[in-house]
């Protein structure tokens, strides 16, 4: 099965995901369990569960069972291979896709439906790193959109309303100034219009002065 997130989309910095409750304690695998009186099983499922939600990409485990033994707390490896068909009775090979190569990586194990489709947990882990994704670009936005109104009342005092009333060329010094990790300050600024635009280094005097 193809993974629908990539390596690189995390969750580890997530205190809480969504849970549904009714899913897991009417499903069949806490039903199949029960019947069986594997309780063990149950527990060792959950430890896994939210340790995959730490993985690299979240929702996946690894395929191989000395790393599951030790992520499920089982320390005899014995034990870990009675239960694995057990515990991940609901799992499947999965491949990943590498941001950097664009290959897809086999090696780690994800949630499947009973129809084959993903699985409830995958399901959480995708839906709480897309919101995550969206909250980290609404920040950048903002972050931006409050550096472009710096770099702008800079110019402004700088004594070069003129080019503060350019959209544009404040936000292509405000790209440069953040591609470069530079301070928004006079200098800066300056620098950024000469690289950028040609405009000489020239700092006017009194608001409104434009060089």
């Not at 004594?159 to 100034?177: C, I, M």
Request: proline fraction near 3%; hydrophobic fraction near 45%.
């Amino acid at each position: 099965m193809i993974y629908p997130l990539a390596f690189g989309d995390l969750l580890v910095t997530n205190e809480w995901v969504e849970w549904h409750l009714h899913k897991f304690l009417d499903g069949t695998f806490v039903t199949r369990m029960t019947r069986l009186q594997r309780f063990d099983v149950i527990g060792v499922a959950v430890i896994l569960w939210n340790a995959s939600l730490k993985e690299n990409p979240a929702g996946t485990l690894p395929d191989d069972d000395e790393l599951l033994a030790d992520k499920a707390k089982v320390k005899d490896l014995d034990v870990w291979r009675e239960m694995r068909p057990l515990v991940l009775h609901d799992w499947v090979p999965a491949r990943v896709l590498d941001p950097e190569t664009g290959e897809y990586l086999g090696g780690k194990l994800c949630h499947v439906s009973a129809r084959g489709g993903l699985g409830l947990l995958a399901q959480i882990a995708k839906r709480t790193a897309t919101r995550k994704s969206a909250k980290a670009a609404g920040r950048e936005t903002q972050r931006l959109a409050t550096m472009r109104s710096r770099v702008k009342t800079k110019m402004k005092g700088m004594g070069k309303a003129r080019f503060s009333e350019n959209a544009d060329l404040v936000a292509s010094v405000t790209k440069w100034l953040d591609e470069n990790s530079l301070f928004v300050n006079d200098e800066n600024i300056l620098a950024g219009l000469e690289t950028l635009h040609n405009i000489p280094r020239v700092v006017g005097f009194g608001r409104g002065a434009d060089s």
